[in-house]
Nanobody, 115 residues
């Protein structure tokens, strides 16, 4: 099993920034892929971004330029830097990990963008 613990969520004003972190523990050798999904109120969970252990990244087109994923393999931690936040970015953000895709999920961290 792999355990994922997110941190860094909170309340931010429009135009502000937040950095989410997700630390993995347990059977780390099972992890190649790490990523972030989000779920806004009343909406389906959606992919935000992902990164492999070799650093190959992908983003949802609509978030390119504002969100940046990075990874520290030595710390088994993935980060999500979110800039120029908008009210529509309000959601619960979930970290996930696995060999080729999301298999393990964190508990989620709330991000609220509001003035």
């Amino acid at each position: 099993q792999v355990q994922l613990v997110e941190s860094g969520g909170g309340l931010v004003q429009p135009g502000g920034s937040l950095r989410l972190s997700c630390a993995a523990s347990g059977l780390i050798f099972e992890i190649n892929y790490m990523g972030w999904h989000r779920q806004a109120p009343g909406k389906q969970r959606e992919l935000v971004t992902s990164i492999t252990s070799r650093g190959s990244v992908s983003y949802v087109d609509s978030l390119k330029g504002r969100f940046t994923i990075s990874r520290d393999n030595a710390k088994n931690t993935v980060y999500l830097q979110m800039n120029s936040l908008k009210p529509e970015d309000t959601a619960v953000y979930y970290c996930n990990a696995g060999l080729l895709g999301p298999k393990y999920w964190g508990q989620g961290t709330q991000v609220t963008v509001s003035s």
